[in-house]
C-alpha cells in the first residue's frame, strides 16, 4: 500500500457535521417552492458556483483518518446516509403535489423546481445510495436500492458493483469514459448500453448458481418493482403532468451520475496483459479530488481512488494519495462536470493531462492505438 499524507490516529478527531452540509439543499428546495421567481437559482448557484468558491477559499483537506476505526464509531456518519430516503420522498412528492394543485406556478417556473429537484436527487440521493450500496447491511443496500428507484436508475447499482468495479479502465466498463470522446457522445452511449450491461452481469451470476436469469432472485426485477411503485405514487398525486414531473427530475439527477462518472475516469485504460486480461486496479486509474467543501458535500466521493482500492470502506474513512501515485483534479467535481459539458474545452485542458499521465505511469507503453474508444486492446504496444 502506498505512503499516507498524514493519519490521524486520534479517532476522535473525526467530525461527522462537515458531511451533513448537504441538508442545507432541503431549505433551498423549500424556498423555490413557496417563493418561486429568482429563489428556484439559487440550488444551482449553490451546488456549481458558491461550492466550487469556497474549495478555493477553504482549500485541500489532505489528513487521513484511521481506516481501521470500527462502525461502532461512525454512527453519525452512517445516520446522515439513512435518512436521506425520507427526506427526498418528502422533497420529491411534496413539491408534486404544490406544483401539480396550484396554478400559481408558471411552467418556466415548474420545470426551473423540478430541475432544482433534480439537482438535489443527483448531487445527494445518488451520491448516498452508492455509498449505501456498497455496504454488506441488507438493510443500507435497501436503502440505496428505494434512492435509485426514486430516480428510476436502479439497474445502477448491479452495473456499478458487477460491471464498473471489476472492469474499470477497460473496454468491458460502460461508463469508463475513453479518450477523446465528450460526454455529449458518452451520455447517450451509457444510457442505452447500461441496462443490457447489468442485465448480463445478473445473467451470468445466476448461471453461476444453476439459475436462469428470470428467477425471481434477479435484482433486476427489483429495480423495476420500485421504479413503477415511484411513478404510480406520481400518477396517484398528480396525473400525467406529475408523472412527466418526475420522470424530468429523474433526468437531470442521472445525468448529474453519468457527468461524475465521466470525469472520474476518464482517458484512464489499465495496462492490457493479453488473452483478455488485465492489470489489477491501482490508484492512478482514478482522477482523485481533496478539496474539503465539495468533500463534504459529496461525502468524500471525490476520494475515488482509494474507492476502488477499498470499495466496502465507508465514506469517512477514505484516504487521500500523494499526487505521485494518482492524478488529480484541479478542483472538485462540481466545476469539472460543468466543463464535461462543453467538450471542445474539455479535450483541450484533459487531453495533455491524460498524455501526461500515460507517460508518467506507463512509459513503456509507445502505442496507445489498441486503446483508443471503441477498440480492444491487444499485447501489441503493451511493452
Same mark, same amino acid.
Given at each position: 500500500?502506498?505512503?499516507?499524507?498524514?493519519?490521524? +490516529?486520534?479517532?476522535?478527531?473525526?467530525?461527522?457535521?462537515?458531511?451533513?452540509? +448537504?441538508?442545507?439543499?432541503?431549505?433551498?428546495? =423549500?424556498?423555490?417552492?413557496?417563493?418561486?421567481?429568482?429563489?428556484?437559482?439559487?440550488?444551482?448557484?449553490? &451546488?456549481?458556483?458558491?461550492?466550487? *468558491?469556497?474549495?478555493?477559499?477553504?482549500? #485541500?483537506?489532505?489528513?487521513?483518518?484511521?481506516?481501521?476505526?470500527?462502525?461502532?464509531?461512525?454512527?453519525?456518519?452512517?445516520?446522515?446516509?439513512?435518512?436521506?430516503?425520507?427526506?427526498? !420522498?418528502?422533497?420529491?412528492?411534496? +413539491?408534486?403535489?404544490?406544483?401539480?394543485?396550484?396554478?400559481?406556478?408558471?411552467?418556466?417556473?415548474?420545470?426551473?423546481?423540478?430541475?432544482?429537484?433534480?439537482?438535489?436527487?443527483?448531487?445527494?440521493?445518488?451520491?448516498? $445510495?452508492?455509498?449505501?450500496?456498497?455496504?454488506?447491511?441488507?438493510?443500507?443496500?435497501?436503502?440505496?436500492?428505494?434512492?435509485?428507484?426514486?430516480?428510476? /436508475?436502479?439497474?445502477?447499482?448491479?452495473?456499478?458493483?458487477? =460491471?464498473?468495479?471489476?472492469?474499470?479502465?477497460?473496454?468491458?466498463?460502460?461508463?469508463?469514459?475513453?479518450?477523446?470522446?465528450?460526454?455529449?457522445?458518452?451520455?447517450?452511449?451509457?444510457?442505452? #448500453?447500461?441496462?443490457?450491461?447489468?442485465?448480463?452481469?445478473?445473467?451470468?451470476? *445466476?448461471?453461476?448458481?444453476?439459475?436462469?436469469?428470470?428467477?425471481?432472485?434477479?435484482?433486476?426485477?427489483?429495480?423495476? $418493482?420500485?421504479?413503477?411503485? %415511484?411513478?404510480? *405514487?406520481?400518477?396517484?398525486?398528480?396525473?400525467?403532468?406529475?408523472? &412527466?414531473?418526475?420522470?424530468?427530475?429523474?433526468?437531470?439527477?442521472?445525468?448529474?451520475?453519468?457527468?461524475?462518472?465521466? !470525469?472520474?475516469?476518464?482517458?484512464?485504460?489499465?495496462?492490457?496483459? &493479453?488473452?483478455?486480461?488485465?492489470?489489477? !486496479?491501482? @490508484?492512478?486509474?482514478?482522477?482523485?479530488?481533496?478539496?474539503? =467543501?465539495?468533500?463534504?458535500?459529496?461525502?468524500?466521493?471525490?476520494?475515488?481512488?482509494?474507492?476502488?482500492?477499498?470499495?466496502?470502506?465507508? /465514506? @469517512?474513512?477514505?484516504?487521500?494519495?500523494?499526487?505521485? #501515485?494518482?492524478?488529480?483534479?484541479? +478542483?472538485?467535481?462540481?466545476?469539472?462536470? %460543468?466543463? %464535461?459539458? !462543453?467538450?471542445?474545452?474539455?479535450?483541450?485542458?484533459?487531453?495533455?493531462?491524460?498524455?501526461?499521465?500515460?507517460? #508518467?505511469?506507463?512509459?513503456?507503453?509507445?502505442?496507445?492505438?489498441? /486503446?483508443?474508444?471503441?477498440?480492444? @486492446?491487444?499485447?501489441?504496444? %503493451?511493452?
Amino acid at each position: 500500500m502506498t505512503d499516507l499524507i498524514e493519519t490521524r +490516529t486520534d479517532t476522535g478527531r473525526l467530525k461527522a457535521w462537515p458531511y451533513w452540509l +448537504t441538508l442545507t439543499f432541503v431549505p433551498l428546495v =423549500v424556498l423555490a417552492v413557496a417563493e418561486g421567481g429568482w429563489t428556484i437559482l439559487l440550488i444551482p448557484f449553490y &451546488g456549481w458556483v458558491l461550492m466550487p *468558491l469556497l474549495d478555493i477559499v477553504v482549500g #485541500q483537506d489532505l489528513r487521513n483518518p484511521d481506516p481501521d476505526t470500527p462502525d461502532s464509531e461512525l454512527f453519525w456518519f452512517r445516520l446522515l446516509t439513512w435518512i436521506w430516503f425520507p427526506i427526498q !420522498v418528502c422533497l420529491i412528492y411534496g +413539491t408534486l403535489y404544490v406544483l401539480t394543485h396550484s396554478t400559481g406556478y408558471s411552467t418556466a417556473e415548474t420545470l426551473g423546481i423540478m430541475f432544482g429537484i433534480g439537482v438535489t436527487t443527483g448531487t445527494v440521493g445518488i451520491v448516498y $445510495a452508492h455509498e449505501l450500496m456498497h455496504k454488506s447491511n441488507p438493510y443500507e443496500r435497501h436503502l440505496g436500492d428505494l434512492l435509485l428507484g426514486l430516480v428510476l /436508475y436502479g439497474h445502477f447499482r448491479t452495473e456499478h458493483l458487477l =460491471v464498473h468495479h471489476p472492469w474499470v479502465g477497460t473496454p468491458r466498463d460502460t461508463v469508463t469514459a475513453r479518450y477523446n470522446e465528450g460526454f455529449l457522445r458518452a451520455f447517450p452511449r451509457v444510457l442505452w #448500453q447500461g441496462p443490457g450491461s447489468a442485465w448480463r452481469a445478473e445473467k451470468a451470476r *445466476l448461471a453461476r448458481r444453476g439459475l436462469s436469469p428470470w428467477h425471481p432472485t434477479n435484482p433486476i426485477w427489483k429495480y423495476l $418493482a420500485l421504479g413503477l411503485a %415511484a411513478l404510480a *405514487l406520481a400518477f396517484a398525486i398528480g396525473g400525467w403532468l406529475a408523472v &412527466g414531473l418526475f420522470v424530468f427530475q429523474a433526468f437531470v439527477a442521472v445525468w448529474q451520475l453519468e457527468l461524475t462518472n465521466y !470525469v472520474e475516469h476518464y482517458g484512464l485504460t489499465r495496462k492490457h496483459l &493479453g488473452d483478455g486480461k488485465y492489470e489489477p !486496479v491501482k @490508484p492512478h486509474h482514478s482522477w482523485d479530488s481533496a478539496h474539503r =467543501v465539495s468533500g463534504n458535500l459529496l461525502i468524500n466521493l471525490q476520494r475515488h481512488a482509494d474507492h476502488h482500492l477499498h470499495p466496502m470502506r465507508r /465514506y @469517512p474513512l477514505l484516504q487521500v494519495y500523494d499526487e505521485s #501515485q494518482v492524478p488529480m483534479l484541479p +478542483t472538485g467535481y462540481p466545476p469539472m462536470t %460543468a466543463m %464535461a459539458m !462543453v467538450p471542445p474545452i474539455w479535450r483541450r485542458v484533459f487531453n495533455p493531462r491524460v498524455r501526461a499521465w500515460r507517460r #508518467q505511469f506507463y512509459p513503456e507503453i509507445n502505442d496507445w492505438t489498441p /486503446y483508443k474508444e471503441g477498440s480492444n @486492446p491487444m499485447p501489441k504496444g %503493451a511493452g
